[in-house]
């Protein structure tokens, strides 16, 4: 019988295959994937990797899967860090606290992404000033309705060495500050980071020196009618990474405070009848013990956030989709465009869970 249906379903695909050749052949549109090399010739707004008009299909799709792996990796991180500060102040004693992270997590999990998007992208289009008024909130960090201009590195002759020797001598740091916390009374890794960041840092400035400082800050500067220099986050860039990680924090924070509830009440009275400190009972106890529960509905959320991505579409940040959409209107081969991406998102999602099991394998409590 099992062989029977597996036959029937791969004579149904391979007739579902050939009728829709056979209506595209008919109607005069082209099959296949061989326009992937032909000439794009169609802008992209902003991306992370170099892209011109001349170049390929193929590399344009590269394009928009580069914005979609730094949109997400950013969305993740910043959501994880939010959402730590929510799930620990939902459980905080402070009434005040306590009640406004649990307003935060009611209202944004219940507010669709896509309105959410829309709202800061209105704030970031229509609410800031024209650049001659920006805001400067911090030194060097201005906003203004062309978008977030911030100060970025500049790397010159000698850059790539003093990368690579850092990277190095980082490492070296941390291994000689481990040995030499090893036998105090201070906690190993409070000591081995100190003496770390002073030696790597220290290296790291005086090897600067002697190649001529190739790494250098620029700041933005206002010439003209707009800035000039430095690092600008487009608000389309601005406005999903905004959404994206507001609105993911809150289901984090859920999942995070879930985890901690879940650690047996005895574990805090153990804590606190040998004289630790709430701090150090929360994380040196607790939260290891809780990132056995966490992880699981963490990878279900993380897949998601990837996921959410492509309505960057709704604001106009070309992430995948977008370039996806695009394509399909300059060839007309939805078909093949279609299943690129959704062979791109199935590995990226199979790629995130694989790594989020890997983890959860080693947080894992082994039973012997």
């Known amino acids: 019988m099992q062989i029977a249906l597996l036959g029937g379903l791969v004579l149904f695909v391979w007739w579902l295959a050939g009728n829709t050749h056979e209506n595209l052949t008919e109607r005069g549109i082209r099959t296949g994937f061989d326009y992937l090399w032909r000439p794009a010739r169609f802008p992209i707004s902003e991306s992370i990797v170099r892209y011109d008009a001349s170049d390929s299909f193929f590399w344009a799709y590269v394009v928009g899967l580069a914005n979609t792996l730094w949109l997400s990796f950013l969305s993740i991180l910043f959501a994880t860090l939010l959402g730590l500060v929510v799930g620990l102040s939902r459980r905080s004693a402070h009434p005040l606290l306590s009640r406004f992270a649990g307003t935060y997590v009611t209202v944004l999990r219940n507010v669709p992404l896509i309105v959410q998007l829309l709202f800061w992208y209105a704030i970031a289009t229509s609410l800031f ?193 977008l370039v996806v959409n695009t394509v399909i209107n300059q060839t007309g081969q939805a078909i093949e465009s279609i299943l690129i991406m959704l062979a791109v998102f199935l590995s990226i999602s199979l790629s995130v869970s694989a790594f989020m099991n890997w983890y959860n394998a080693r947080v894992a409590l082994v039973v012997r």
């Open 129 to 321: 000033p024209v650049p001659r008024e920006a805001l400067n909130p911090l030194p060097g960090v201005f906003l203004s309705i062309r978008g977030v201009y911030a100060p970025a590195l500049t790397l010159g002759p000698g850059a790539s060495m003093l990368l690579i020797v850092a990277a190095f001598l980082f490492v070296v740091a941390i291994v000689a500050g481990f040995k030499a916390a090893a036998g105090r009374r201070l906690p190993a890794k409070a000591a081995s980071v100190g003496i770390s960041l002073c030696v790597w840092v220290a290296a790291i400035v005086w090897l600067s020196g002697m190649l001529g400082h190739p790494v250098g800050l620029e700041a933005p500067a206002l010439k003209g009618l707009n800035f000039r220099g430095g690092m600008v986050l487009s608000p389309e860039f601005a406005s999903i990474i905004t959404g994206l990680t507001i609105y993911t924090s809150a289901f984090i924070g859920e999942i995070i405070r879930g985890g901690i509830d879940a650690v047996d009440k005895g574990q805090w009275e153990g804590a606190r009848a040998l004289g630790l400190s709430e701090r150090h009972i929360m994380f040196r106890i607790i939260l290891p013990q809780a990132l056995r529960i966490i992880v699981p509905p963490m990878t279900s959320q993380y897949l998601s956030t990837v996921k959410n991505t492509t309505l960057a579409v709704a604001v106009g940040y070309p992430e995948l989709g």
